[in-house]
């Protein structure tokens, strides 16, 4: 090898014909070759892919949300004729087959007033999804609106509102939501039946649990987005993006926000099972999801008021006891695989 070959085989140049240089293969691509690009979106969706659980986690609530969307249009005539008889019964129709076991008519059994439980179990996981999803709705909005606010503007501002917020810690969230439905159910009941139609007022009580259980989630999320806004404020980009003249409200939902995404969507999925299990615990005490609407948690109380020492009807806990459990367990899995997928001390794949 010459001494100009030497030198193209140093710099990584192809040889030129007829040299004695290394020759490249068609057999696959160059060490050397430059790697394609992937986002960070891209990077935490194949690490998610590949963690089985979350996975699986994220199937599961697929087909829990879906069958409690379409199982109040499998009792029509043209689709029950489909369907097992089992998947047709109305949630609400009554019968005279009280307390009956599970078999091949009813999958769960029935209740103490003869209806189908496993129409009702999908129903109140309807409610208890609504609810939760509505619930961390409320406090996305609230908490990443407040964090975001104060750790940019910082300064005394930050000071005041954080102030606010470790004040609203200190409060036991699950009573203040139970001393706001026990006061404002009945003034709220009877203000949205004079102001929109009589029927209006039995949306209270869900309207109340809706408002009382977001304004207690948030309070975390505001802390976590504001701790991430702190970090990003002082970045280049942030400088550049003000230098060039970008409004404060501009660099904070167009550069700032972005950047925190991912952490705010894993934590959206971690607030989801405490606003569930709020919400199931008020109704087992009575103050959630009234009659002849149904949740999870009324669904345990139902189960739960008719054990005695002569019999137990142990099919009226268990599957709601189940479904609440899963889907508790797999929004939990989820979350802490998205956590995981958004991690990024996690290294970059190539």
Not at 15 to 36: F, I, K, N, V, W
Not at 197 to 204: I, L, R, T
Request: zero cysteines; glycine letters at 8%.
């Amino acid at each position: 090898m010459n001494e100009n070959g030497a030198r193209r085989e140093a710099r990584g140049d192809r040889p030129e014909p007829g040299s004695t240089g290394p020759q490249t293969t068609s057999s696959g691509p160059s060490p050397l070759a430059p790697r394609p690009h992937s986002s960070p979106r891209q990077r935490a969706w194949r690490r998610l892919r590949r963690n089985r659980v979350a996975v699986f986690s994220g199937l599961f609530l697929f087909a829990v949300v879906l069958l409690a969307l379409i199982w109040p249009g499998l009792e029509r005539p043209g689709i029950a004729s489909l369907v097992p008889r089992a998947m047709t019964w109305a949630p609400t129709s009554l019968s005279d087959a009280q307390f009956q076991p599970p078999s091949a008519t009813h999958w769960f059994g029935t209740d103490v007033h003869g209806r189908d439980l496993l129409s009702r179990v999908f129903y109140g996981a309807r409610i208890s999804l609504v609810v939760g999803v509505v619930g961390a709705v409320v406090s996305l909005v609230i908490g990443v609106l407040w964090g975001a606010i104060a750790g940019y503007v910082g300064g005394r501002w930050d000071s005041v509102l954080m102030r606010l917020v470790d004040v609203l810690y200190s409060l036991p969230s699950l009573v203040f939501v139970i001393v706001l439905i026990a006061l404002l159910e009945e003034p709220f009941k009877r203000w949205l039946s004079w102001n929109f139609f009589p029927e209006a007022g039995a949306a209270a009580n869900m309207l109340l649990l809706f408002a009382g259980l977001g304004a207690v989630s948030w309070l975390t999320m505001a802390r976590i987005v504001r701790g991430q806004v702190l970090s990003l404020r002082t970045r280049p980009f942030v400088d550049a993006s003000r230098a060039l003249g970008a409004s404060h409200t501009r660099i904070l939902l167009r550069h700032i926000l972005p950047n925190v995404g991912g952490i705010i969507i894993t934590y959206l999925t971690l607030t989801i099972p405490s606003i569930l299990l709020y919400e199931s615990f008020l109704s087992y005490l009575g103050l959630g999801i009234q009659p002849p609407q149904a949740s999870l948690g009324s669904l345990l109380a139902e189960g739960a008021a008719q054990i005695n020492p002569i019999r137990i009807y142990w099919w009226m806990i268990v599957f709601p006891a189940l479904t609440l459990a899963s889907t508790l367990f797999a929004l939990n899995f989820l979350g802490d695989g998205l956590r995981d997928a958004w991690d990024p001390r996690k290294t970059v794949e190539r």
